[in-house]
């Protein structure tokens, strides 16, 4: 029997699937040392999500017998691709399945931030009615600006439309066309975007070009004024992935009032450290990685990603796989 080990969860319709297609399913987390000594070798695939780490060393006691690494969303970078590309093990995930939930986390993150929505609720429960202080800006008529222009973005870039503002982005691997059909203006290169936007929103990997992508520069370029010369402050919104903002070059810029509101789902370290002098700030507020965390997301991705790892296991290939041009 082909056994699967699922390590940080999945819908149970999706486990039942993988059962009614004759797998094994353990359900278990697996320590760090336990996967590191040759647990997957007794798997014939492992689905993970971001708590779980795949690397080289498991990845080499893995053989013969791991067919499949999968990851339960849409970011692989818990996952040594070179090392399962050297293998021959096909790496797949499930980049459609939560674009929705992520789209209006999103949304909803720069809605608060720019109507103080979770510092309203702060000050209330503190016994505070501090309406005066709260006077928030509108979306109407603003730059919004897209790092990256995939799935996601797309879609944040169509409920941005339809609540008035001007979408801008830069990515420098989609075709300017994609750009065009969806109304939207493409930058050459990301300083212009910051220069001509007051509200960023990132959705793209976290890479060694991508780190630390927002930095103290960067932030500093903001006009902090819209088109009709209004001050409307900066804002930032990321739900993509953690470091990509430089987080302590963001909390000066809170800190100094160029940086008019910041709102993260990912963090560099996860968990986020509750001494985290983000998490004093008024200007600040967050979320614990939830962009996936919806009920209707969590069922899709793992329908998903079991349709993908029952293909390689039947010894086709995934639609999905990201290392289809480099298994040897």
Request: proline share 3%; aromatic share 4%.
């Amino acid at each position: 029997m082909r056994r699967v080990a699922v390590t940080d969860g999945m819908a149970q319709e999706a486990v039942k699937k993988l059962e009614q297609a004759g797998c094994e399913v353990v359900q278990d987390f697996i320590e760090h040392d336990v996967l590191v000594a040759g647990a997957l070798a007794d798997f014939d695939a492992i689905i993970v999500r971001s708590a779980t780490k795949i690397t080289e060393e498991m990845l080499n006691k893995s053989q013969p017998r791991l067919k499949v690494v999968a990851r339960a969303g849409v970011g692989v970078d818990n996952i040594d691709i070179r090392a399962a590309s050297e293998l021959g093990v096909p790496v797949v995930n499930a980049p459609r399945a939560s674009t929705q939930s992520v789209v209006e986390l999103t949304i909803g993150h720069l809605l608060g931030s720019l109507r103080f929505i979770p510092r309203a609720d702060r000050s209330l429960r503190s016994g505070e009615w501090a309406k005066k202080e709260l006077k928030g800006t509108e979306l109407f008529g603003k730059r919004l600006g897209l790092i990256g222009f995939g799935r996601i973005a797309q879609g944040v870039a169509r409920v941005a439309q339809a609540f008035g503002m001007e979408v801008h982005s830069y990515d420098p691997y989609l075709p300017l066309s994609v750009a065009k059909k969806a109304d939207v203006t493409m930058h050459k290169n990301v300083d212009n975007l910051f220069k001509t936007c007051t509200h960023i929103s990132i959705h793209c990997n976290l890479t060694e070009e991508t780190h630390h992508l927002i930095n103290k520069k960067r932030i500093e370029m903001m006009p902090g004024v819209d088109p009709f010369n209004l001050k409307c402050g900066n804002h930032i919104v990321n739900c993509a992935r953690g470091g990509i903002v430089d987080e302590d070059a963001a909390f000066a810029a809170l800190k100094s009032g160029q940086l008019s509101s910041l709102a993260l789902d990912v963090f560099e370290h996860e968990p986020v450290d509750a001494s985290s002098p983000l998490l004093q700030h008024q200007n600040f507020h967050g979320t614990p990685h939830i962009g996936a965390a919806t009920i209707e997301a969590q069922r899709r991705v793992g329908l998903d990603i079991v349709d993908a790892v029952l293909a390689v296991l039947n010894g086709g290939m995934a639609e999905t796989t990201v290392n289809r041009k480099d298994i040897v």
